[in-house]
Protein backbone atom coordinates (compact mmCIF):
# COMPACT_ATOMS: atom_id res chain seq x y z
CA UNK A 1 0.00 0.00 0.00
CA UNK A 2 2.75 2.26 1.45
CA UNK A 3 4.66 1.47 -1.80
CA UNK A 4 2.05 2.16 -4.39
CA UNK A 5 1.25 5.43 -3.10
CA UNK A 6 5.20 6.30 -3.01
CA UNK A 7 4.95 5.31 -6.74
CA UNK A 8 1.87 7.21 -7.37
CA UNK A 9 3.74 10.13 -5.91
CA UNK A 10 6.94 9.78 -7.51
CA UNK A 11 5.32 9.22 -11.15
CA UNK A 12 3.16 12.34 -10.38
CA UNK A 13 6.40 14.53 -9.58
CA UNK A 14 7.80 13.41 -12.41
CA UNK A 15 5.05 14.03 -14.82
CA UNK A 16 5.06 17.59 -13.21
CA UNK A 17 9.01 18.47 -13.38
CA UNK A 18 9.16 16.96 -16.99
CA UNK A 19 5.94 17.79 -18.51
CA UNK A 20 3.18 15.48 -19.71
CA UNK A 21 2.98 16.99 -23.57
CA UNK A 22 -0.11 15.03 -24.81
CA UNK A 23 -2.00 16.19 -21.73
CA UNK A 24 -0.82 19.82 -21.82
CA UNK A 25 -1.89 19.77 -25.79
CA UNK A 26 -5.48 18.51 -24.07
CA UNK A 27 -5.64 21.29 -21.62
CA UNK A 28 -4.39 24.16 -24.01
CA UNK A 29 -7.44 22.69 -26.60
CA UNK A 30 -9.79 23.12 -23.26
CA UNK A 31 -8.77 26.70 -23.38
CA UNK A 32 -6.98 26.35 -20.02
CA UNK A 33 -4.72 29.35 -19.24
CA UNK A 34 -2.09 28.10 -16.78
CA UNK A 35 -1.46 25.19 -20.02
CA UNK A 36 -1.24 27.81 -22.40
CA UNK A 37 1.36 29.53 -19.86
CA UNK A 38 3.47 26.03 -19.80
CA UNK A 39 2.77 25.75 -23.13
CA UNK A 40 4.95 28.66 -23.69
CA UNK A 41 7.08 28.11 -21.69
CA UNK A 42 8.00 24.32 -22.64
CA UNK A 43 8.39 25.05 -26.98
CA UNK A 44 9.62 28.91 -26.69
CA UNK A 45 13.04 27.45 -27.22
CA UNK A 46 12.15 25.08 -30.22
CA UNK A 47 10.48 27.87 -31.94
CA UNK A 48 12.95 30.55 -31.42
CA UNK A 49 15.48 27.92 -32.62
CA UNK A 50 13.46 27.04 -35.32
CA UNK A 51 12.88 30.26 -37.20
CA UNK A 52 16.51 31.11 -36.26
CA UNK A 53 18.18 28.44 -38.05
CA UNK A 54 15.53 28.90 -40.63
CA UNK A 55 16.44 32.60 -41.62
CA UNK A 56 20.25 31.83 -40.81
CA UNK A 57 20.37 28.59 -43.37
CA UNK A 58 18.81 30.56 -45.85
CA UNK A 59 21.20 33.48 -45.64
CA UNK A 60 18.87 36.42 -44.51
CA UNK A 61 20.07 39.15 -42.41
CA UNK A 62 17.74 39.61 -39.67
CA UNK A 63 17.24 41.04 -35.85
CA UNK A 64 16.49 39.25 -32.30
CA UNK A 65 13.54 41.59 -32.67
CA UNK A 66 12.65 39.80 -35.96
CA UNK A 67 12.64 36.25 -34.37
CA UNK A 68 10.96 37.32 -31.15
CA UNK A 69 8.07 38.67 -33.36
CA UNK A 70 7.53 35.48 -35.32
CA UNK A 71 7.87 33.42 -31.98
CA UNK A 72 4.78 35.44 -30.60
CA UNK A 73 2.96 35.16 -33.98
CA UNK A 74 3.28 31.21 -34.17
CA UNK A 75 1.99 31.50 -30.84
CA UNK A 76 -0.54 33.72 -31.54
CA UNK A 77 -1.74 31.87 -34.91
CA UNK A 78 -2.21 28.43 -32.58
CA UNK A 79 -3.92 30.09 -30.16
CA UNK A 80 -6.21 32.28 -31.95
CA UNK A 81 -7.13 29.39 -34.53
CA UNK A 82 -7.25 26.83 -32.32
CA UNK A 83 -4.69 24.52 -34.65
CA UNK A 84 -3.89 22.83 -31.62
CA UNK A 85 -7.04 20.40 -32.73
CA UNK A 86 -5.37 19.76 -35.94
CA UNK A 87 -2.96 17.20 -34.08
CA UNK A 88 -3.69 13.74 -34.32
CA UNK A 89 -0.85 12.93 -32.25
CA UNK A 90 -0.60 15.14 -29.14
CA UNK A 91 2.93 13.58 -28.19
CA UNK A 92 4.07 14.61 -31.59
CA UNK A 93 3.52 18.23 -30.93
CA UNK A 94 7.49 19.75 -31.92
CA UNK A 95 8.11 18.41 -35.00
CA UNK A 96 4.93 20.30 -36.86
CA UNK A 97 6.14 23.70 -33.79
CA UNK A 98 9.25 23.92 -35.47
CA UNK A 99 7.61 23.28 -38.80
CA UNK A 100 4.99 26.18 -38.88
CA UNK A 101 8.06 28.50 -36.73
CA UNK A 102 10.37 28.14 -40.13
CA UNK A 103 7.95 28.23 -42.74
CA UNK A 104 5.95 31.61 -40.41
CA UNK A 105 10.04 32.75 -40.40
CA UNK A 106 10.07 32.89 -44.10
CA UNK A 107 6.57 34.49 -44.78
CA UNK A 108 7.94 37.35 -42.06
CA UNK A 109 10.88 38.02 -44.00
CA UNK A 110 9.09 38.26 -47.13
CA UNK A 111 6.39 40.47 -45.91
CA UNK A 112 8.87 42.81 -43.87
CA UNK A 113 11.25 42.96 -47.42
CA UNK A 114 7.83 43.79 -49.07
CA UNK A 115 9.23 41.80 -52.39
CA UNK A 116 8.13 38.86 -53.72
CA UNK A 117 10.47 35.81 -54.05
CA UNK A 118 9.48 32.56 -55.36
CA UNK A 119 9.46 29.44 -53.23
CA UNK A 120 12.43 27.79 -55.38
CA UNK A 121 14.39 30.54 -54.94
CA UNK A 122 15.05 30.44 -51.32
CA UNK A 123 15.26 27.06 -51.65
CA UNK A 124 17.99 26.28 -54.21
CA UNK A 125 20.73 23.95 -52.63
CA UNK A 126 23.37 26.82 -52.92
CA UNK A 127 21.06 29.30 -51.07
CA UNK A 128 21.12 27.05 -47.84
CA UNK A 129 23.92 27.80 -45.50
CA UNK A 130 24.64 24.71 -43.20
CA UNK A 131 27.21 24.55 -40.51
CA UNK A 132 29.69 21.75 -42.16
CA UNK A 133 33.43 22.19 -40.79
CA UNK A 134 34.77 22.41 -44.31
CA UNK A 135 33.49 24.99 -46.55
CA UNK A 136 31.43 23.37 -49.72
CA UNK A 137 32.08 24.80 -53.30
CA UNK A 138 28.73 26.16 -54.72
CA UNK A 139 30.11 24.04 -58.10
CA UNK A 140 30.47 21.01 -56.40
CA UNK A 141 27.29 20.97 -54.99
CA UNK A 142 25.78 21.78 -58.22
CA UNK A 143 27.99 18.82 -59.72
CA UNK A 144 26.88 16.51 -56.91
CA UNK A 145 23.45 17.10 -57.22
CA UNK A 146 23.52 15.90 -61.26
CA UNK A 147 25.34 12.92 -60.37
CA UNK A 148 23.07 11.73 -57.80
CA UNK A 149 19.54 12.37 -60.37
CA UNK A 150 20.34 9.29 -61.28
CA UNK A 151 20.11 7.34 -58.02
CA UNK A 152 17.76 5.76 -55.92
CA UNK A 153 15.49 8.37 -53.66
CA UNK A 154 16.90 7.11 -50.37
CA UNK A 155 20.00 6.81 -51.74
CA UNK A 156 20.00 10.78 -52.52
CA UNK A 157 18.57 11.91 -49.25
CA UNK A 158 21.35 10.10 -47.15
CA UNK A 159 24.02 11.47 -49.77
CA UNK A 160 22.71 14.83 -49.14
CA UNK A 161 22.58 14.42 -45.51
CA UNK A 162 25.82 13.22 -45.26
CA UNK A 163 27.97 15.11 -47.63
CA UNK A 164 26.16 18.72 -47.62
CA UNK A 165 24.50 18.93 -44.29
CA UNK A 166 27.71 17.05 -42.52
CA UNK A 167 25.22 14.45 -41.02
CA UNK A 168 26.58 11.25 -38.91
CA UNK A 169 25.71 7.57 -40.09
CA UNK A 170 23.40 7.66 -37.11
CA UNK A 171 21.98 11.13 -37.24
CA UNK A 172 20.59 10.13 -40.46
CA UNK A 173 19.64 6.62 -39.75
CA UNK A 174 17.16 8.22 -36.88
CA UNK A 175 16.25 10.95 -39.65
CA UNK A 176 14.88 8.40 -41.64
CA UNK A 177 13.85 5.26 -39.90
CA UNK A 178 16.32 2.99 -40.87
CA UNK A 179 19.18 0.80 -39.56
CA UNK A 180 22.99 2.25 -39.42
CA UNK A 181 23.97 -0.61 -41.22
CA UNK A 182 21.96 0.44 -44.52
CA UNK A 183 22.73 3.86 -44.15
CA UNK A 184 26.86 3.12 -44.64
CA UNK A 185 26.12 0.45 -46.86
CA UNK A 186 24.91 3.43 -48.91
CA UNK A 187 27.63 5.59 -48.33
CA UNK A 188 30.27 3.03 -48.90
CA UNK A 189 28.83 1.79 -52.25
CA UNK A 190 27.51 5.30 -53.73
CA UNK A 191 31.16 7.26 -52.70
CA UNK A 192 33.12 5.33 -54.83
CA UNK A 193 31.28 6.67 -57.55
CA UNK A 194 30.95 10.39 -56.56
CA UNK A 195 34.65 9.98 -56.19
CA UNK A 196 35.33 9.25 -59.57
CA UNK A 197 33.00 11.36 -61.08
CA UNK A 198 34.29 14.56 -58.61
CA UNK A 199 38.11 13.53 -59.38
CA UNK A 200 38.43 17.35 -61.13
CA UNK A 201 37.04 18.99 -58.17
CA UNK B 1 6.62 20.90 -57.69
CA UNK B 2 4.18 21.02 -55.40
CA UNK B 3 5.48 21.23 -51.28
CA UNK B 4 3.97 18.84 -48.85
CA UNK B 5 2.44 20.26 -45.95
CA UNK B 6 2.99 21.18 -42.78
CA UNK B 7 1.20 17.87 -41.30
CA UNK B 8 2.40 15.76 -44.30
CA UNK B 9 6.40 16.49 -43.49
CA UNK B 10 6.09 16.88 -39.51
CA UNK B 11 4.42 13.22 -39.60
CA UNK B 12 7.90 12.22 -41.47
CA UNK B 13 9.44 12.65 -38.21
CA UNK B 14 6.83 11.08 -35.86
CA UNK B 15 7.21 7.27 -37.51
CA UNK B 16 3.48 7.32 -37.70
CA UNK B 17 3.70 6.28 -41.51
CA UNK B 18 2.86 3.42 -43.57
CA UNK B 19 5.64 2.01 -45.56
CA UNK B 20 3.82 3.74 -48.72
CA UNK B 21 3.53 6.87 -47.42
CA UNK B 22 6.87 6.91 -46.03
CA UNK B 23 8.32 6.44 -49.67
CA UNK B 24 6.20 8.62 -51.26
CA UNK B 25 7.71 11.56 -48.64
CA UNK B 26 11.17 10.08 -49.15
CA UNK B 27 10.63 10.58 -53.24
CA UNK B 28 9.56 13.89 -52.67
CA UNK B 29 12.17 15.42 -50.05
CA UNK B 30 14.67 13.77 -52.20
CA UNK B 31 14.50 16.03 -54.75
CA UNK B 32 12.92 18.62 -53.30
CA UNK B 33 15.71 20.63 -50.84
CA UNK B 34 13.06 23.32 -49.45
CA UNK B 35 11.07 20.06 -47.81
CA UNK B 36 14.58 18.51 -47.00
CA UNK B 37 15.85 20.94 -45.08
CA UNK B 38 12.87 21.92 -43.41
CA UNK B 39 12.64 18.66 -42.22
CA UNK B 40 16.24 18.04 -41.16
CA UNK B 41 15.55 21.91 -39.44
CA UNK B 42 13.57 20.07 -37.48
CA UNK B 43 15.35 17.11 -36.47
CA UNK B 44 17.80 19.43 -34.62
CA UNK B 45 15.53 21.40 -33.06
CA UNK B 46 14.18 18.38 -31.03
CA UNK B 47 17.77 18.27 -29.67
CA UNK B 48 19.25 21.41 -29.94
CA UNK B 49 16.74 24.23 -28.89
CA UNK B 50 17.89 26.13 -25.68
CA UNK B 51 16.54 28.38 -23.65
CA UNK B 52 15.23 31.73 -24.45
CA UNK B 53 14.93 34.46 -22.16
CA UNK B 54 12.35 34.98 -19.62
CA UNK B 55 11.79 38.47 -21.21
CA UNK B 56 10.65 36.94 -24.60
CA UNK B 57 8.43 33.90 -22.67
CA UNK B 58 6.80 37.18 -20.75
CA UNK B 59 6.37 39.45 -23.76
CA UNK B 60 4.77 36.21 -25.74
CA UNK B 61 2.40 35.67 -22.60
CA UNK B 62 1.64 39.25 -22.15
CA UNK B 63 0.54 39.64 -25.62
CA UNK B 64 -1.65 36.22 -25.82
CA UNK B 65 -3.42 37.66 -22.94
CA UNK B 66 -2.24 34.71 -20.51
CA UNK B 67 -2.22 35.39 -16.72
CA UNK B 68 1.98 35.98 -15.73
CA UNK B 69 3.69 33.65 -13.53
CA UNK B 70 4.81 34.88 -10.42
CA UNK B 71 8.44 36.66 -9.77
CA UNK B 72 9.94 33.75 -8.37
CA UNK B 73 8.84 30.57 -10.04
CA UNK B 74 11.66 28.26 -9.24
CA UNK B 75 11.36 29.08 -5.60
CA UNK B 76 9.02 26.04 -4.75
CA UNK B 77 12.13 23.57 -6.26
CA UNK B 78 14.53 25.29 -3.84
CA UNK B 79 11.80 25.03 -0.99
CA UNK B 80 11.17 21.40 -1.71
CA UNK B 81 14.55 20.13 -1.69
CA UNK B 82 15.04 22.19 1.25
CA UNK B 83 11.34 20.34 2.76
CA UNK B 84 13.09 16.65 1.55
CA UNK B 85 16.85 17.19 2.83
CA UNK B 86 14.93 17.87 6.51
CA UNK B 87 12.83 15.01 5.65
CA UNK B 88 15.99 12.73 5.37
CA UNK B 89 16.78 13.46 8.88
CA UNK B 90 13.47 12.68 10.38
CA UNK B 91 12.47 10.09 8.66
CA UNK B 92 15.77 7.97 8.89
CA UNK B 93 13.82 4.44 7.35
CA UNK B 94 13.80 6.39 3.86
CA UNK B 95 16.96 8.32 3.99
CA UNK B 96 18.56 7.90 0.71
CA UNK B 97 15.27 8.18 -1.07
CA UNK B 98 14.42 11.68 0.39
CA UNK B 99 18.20 12.63 -0.21
CA UNK B 100 17.81 11.67 -4.15
CA UNK B 101 14.64 13.45 -4.34
CA UNK B 102 16.35 16.71 -2.82
CA UNK B 103 19.38 16.61 -5.51
CA UNK B 104 16.59 16.10 -8.01
CA UNK B 105 14.69 19.07 -6.81
CA UNK B 106 17.92 21.04 -6.23
CA UNK B 107 19.24 20.36 -9.65
CA UNK B 108 16.19 21.28 -11.06
CA UNK B 109 16.03 24.55 -8.71
CA UNK B 110 19.88 25.38 -10.66
CA UNK B 111 18.72 24.41 -13.95
CA UNK B 112 15.66 27.20 -14.00
CA UNK B 113 16.94 29.57 -11.20
CA UNK B 114 17.30 33.19 -12.69
CA UNK B 115 20.42 33.53 -10.01
CA UNK B 116 21.87 30.33 -11.93
CA UNK B 117 21.87 31.90 -14.83
CA UNK B 118 23.23 34.89 -13.61
CA UNK B 119 26.31 33.27 -11.83
CA UNK B 120 27.35 32.18 -14.77
CA UNK B 121 26.93 35.44 -16.72
CA UNK B 122 29.26 37.15 -14.23
CA UNK B 123 31.93 34.52 -14.54
CA UNK B 124 31.76 34.63 -18.14
CA UNK B 125 32.07 38.50 -18.15
CA UNK B 126 35.23 38.73 -15.34
CA UNK B 127 37.01 35.97 -18.13
CA UNK B 128 36.72 37.83 -20.38
CA UNK B 129 37.86 41.10 -18.85
CA UNK B 130 40.65 39.04 -17.81
CA UNK B 131 41.78 38.21 -21.24
CA UNK B 132 41.37 42.03 -22.08
CA UNK B 133 42.96 43.36 -19.83
CA UNK B 134 46.46 40.41 -19.25
CA UNK B 135 49.23 42.38 -19.33
CA UNK B 136 51.58 41.71 -22.39
CA UNK B 137 55.21 40.97 -22.12
CA UNK B 138 57.45 43.79 -23.00
CA UNK B 139 58.98 43.05 -26.92
CA UNK B 140 62.46 41.42 -27.22
CA UNK B 141 65.36 43.96 -26.78
CA UNK B 142 66.78 42.84 -30.51
CA UNK B 143 63.42 44.00 -32.03
CA UNK B 144 63.97 47.28 -30.27
CA UNK B 145 64.92 50.11 -33.20
CA UNK B 146 66.49 53.25 -32.26
CA UNK B 147 63.40 54.94 -33.70
CA UNK B 148 60.88 52.95 -31.14
CA UNK B 149 60.31 55.89 -28.44
CA UNK B 150 58.03 54.86 -25.22
CA UNK B 151 56.20 57.63 -23.70
CA UNK B 152 56.07 61.21 -23.99
CA UNK B 153 58.70 63.15 -24.86
Redesign the interface.
Known amino acids: MLRQAQQHWLSRIILY ?1 FKDVPKLVERCIQGE ?2 A ?2 EF ?2 HF ?3 L ?3 AR ?2 LK ?1 NGIAFGEQDI ?1 DI ?2 SV ?2 EI ?1 EKGRLK ?1 I ?2 RE ?1 V ?3 L ?3 A ?2 RALNYIRQKRERLLR ?2 E ?4 DN ?1 RVDTQGHIEEGLLIKLEEIIEGFD ?2 E ?2 VL ?2 NII ?1 G ?1 THK ?1 IA ?4 ISINTVSTIIARRKKVLKEKLKDF | MD ?1 LN ?2 V ?3 Y ?4 LSEDE ?2 RI ?2 H ?6 C ?11 A ?5 SSL ?2 E ?3 K ?2 G ?4 KARPELKWLLGALFLFALSFIVKRFFMQFLVGAA ?1 LGF ?1 WAMEGEGAKRAVMIFKGIEKKEKNFERKSPPPVSDINEDTTYGTK
Do not use: H, P
Open positions: MKKWEIESGLYYSERREVQFLLEREKSSWSIMQTGEFYRIIERKIKMYKEGFMN | CEKLSSLDERRRDGISKCNRLDLLIVAYEAQKSRKVLKRVKRLVKQKIK
